[in-house]
């Protein structure tokens, strides 16, 4: 490209090259513009259920919930969720997987979604001086 006092010359090999450059940025326009952030909310979903798993199994509140045999501890924790996720945690014996002595969704929320991440924790709880174990599942999905 030379500019002299007459005006602006392209060659030709620099017309050539504009029009690649031009045709290589509309390109990556238009296939960046298809990135979809659908796997970036899988990855949230699965961290967040491992997250809540954490929080009620190293807080004792599934070992306190199978001791009162109740879900009112589950269902106030699942509150303190964040709002785009919604939870189901489910509570079985290790010896009946198909039948849950404790089932809770976390207030608000509808079952179910079209992606669901679960988690499993083993609960070990002493009771009369023998241990039992448990199953707790942690479900969660997007609202």
Do not use: H
Not at 15 to 21: D, G, P
Not at 95 to 113: A, D, F, H, Q
């Amino acid at each position: 490209m030379r500019i002299n006092k007459k005006g602006l010359f392209i060659s030709t090999d620099s017309f050539v090259a504009s029009v690649l450059v031009f045709i290589l940025v509309l390109t990556s326009m238009v296939f960046l513009s298809q990135v979809s952030f659908n796997s970036w909310n899988s990855i949230d979903l699965i961290n967040a259920s491992r997250d809540v798993a954490s929080v009620l199994e190293k807080s004792n509140i599934l070992k306190n919930a199978i001791n009162q045999n109740s879900a009112e501890l589950i269902s106030s924790s699942l509150i303190n969720t964040p709002q785009s996720f919604c939870f189901e945690v489910t509570i079985f014996e290790n010896t009946n997987l198909s039948l849950p002595i404790i089932s809770t969704i976390k207030p608000g929320c509808v079952k179910y979604s079209k992606e669901i991440s679960s988690v499993e924790r083993t609960i070990v709880v002493n009771q009369n001086n023998s241990n039992k174990y448990y199953i707790a599942r942690v479900s969660g999905w997007n609202q």
